[in-house]
Structure formats: structure tokens, C-alpha cells
């Protein structure tokens, strides 16, 4: 697949080490991608980052509702919410963007989940589905209708983000070796992994090799 310079765009999905191993919230193999995404970084042209930004005491730590663990759910004001290990705080060296990234060509970063009572995982949206981050907005203003995403976790942030990317209007594909998943049991031989690639699937996203992706002309 050819990268357009002018209208495609590489989104870089919470590259966080918080989501890496030896982070709070670590995604098995997270580390892994760097080498992927940067190579990535000097095809494109254009990219934007979104990094997990959250006040000490979020909603949806598990360390705020005490009795609960991680990865117990409750229903919070906006729907039904995972709790999870602190992660991602504010300023702290873990929630910048990992330092091996080269930063570059990365030309708006969209910190989410900032506000203390909602959580966020789409770059889009905040959990409420409803409360936006501008980046639509931006990214239409640029000029931009296809979205390249990478990052972590595969089947929450980065799949959260092609589903309303996809029903924003955009053309959107998922850069599988450049993610990695929590994968969450949710039945017998199936976890959160699967649910989210079934569902993107059938929105229209398509799921690709950094392989098979040629730089920009």
C-alpha cells in the first residue's frame, strides 16, 4: 500500500511505558513496537500521539474504590468501567511518551483522561462517548481522511480509536505489528483481542502489515 503525504496520517495509541513491561499497566511484549513504530515514523510524513493522562485518584483506578481489584468493572455515571492499577499519572516519567520514540514528525499529541471522574481510551472521544478531544477536528482541518494506528493496548485504546475514527467518516486501518493487546478473557476461548478485531472488522477497518506499507509520495 502506497502512504499518501498529503492526506494519511500515523497515530500513535498511548506509547506509554506505564503500558510496557516494568509499568503499571503493562501490556505483554509493549516494548516491542519502538523499533516497529519508528521505522513507520520515517514513511509517513505526518503522525499524532495520544498519551493516558490521568490526575492521582481517577475513577477508574481500582485504587480508588476500595473492596475493588483490577480489572473488576462498575458501573460509573457514563457506563460500565474496568478498573485498573493506578497508571498513566500526570506528569510522572512513566506517562510520557516512551523515550525511544523519535518524536519528530509527530505534530499534536492529545493527552486523555485528564478529567478526575471520566475515563478515556479513544483518541476521539472520552468514555462518556460523548465528550470530544479536538482531534477530529484538527485532523479534518489538516486535511487528513486516512488514519494509520499503532500502539497500545490493540483491543482497548487503539480499537476504541478506530471505531470512532471509523464512524467519524475516516478511512482507518489498524498496523498490527506496531500494536500489542491485553487480551482479556471474556468466553471460553476468546478474549477482548478478539471482540474488538470482530467488531472494527465490521466497521470497515482494515488490518495490515507495517511490511506491506511504502513511504509517502
Known sequence: MQIDSVTD??????????FMPGGELAVARGDEIVPVVNRLLTRFDHAFATQDWHPPGHASFAGSHPGRQPYDTIDLPYGRQVLWPDHG?????????????????????????????????SAFFENDRATPTG????????????????????????????ED??????????????CRGIGLPVAEGRTTIDEARDRLAGLGVGFIDSAGLRGGA
Open 9 to 18: 496520517i500515523l497515530g500513535l495509541i498511548d506509547i506509554q511505558p506505564t
Open 89 to 121: 499519572v500526570a506528569g510522572t516519567p512513566t506517562a510520557a511518551i516512551h523515550p525511544g520514540i523519535d518524536q519528530a514528525r509527530v505534530e499534536v499529541i492529545i493527552r486523555k483522561g485528564f478529567r478526575p471522574a471520566l475515563d478515556s481510551y
Open 135 to 162: 482531534l477530529e477536528g484538527w485532523l479534518r482541518q489538516r486535511g487528513f481522511t486516512r488514519l494509520f494506528l499503532c500502539g497500545l493496548a490493540t483491543d482497548f485504546c487503539v480499537a476504541w480509536s478506530a
Open 165 to 178: 475514527a471509523a464512524r467519524l467518516g475516516f478511512t482507518v486501518f489498524v498496523i498490527e505489528d506496531a
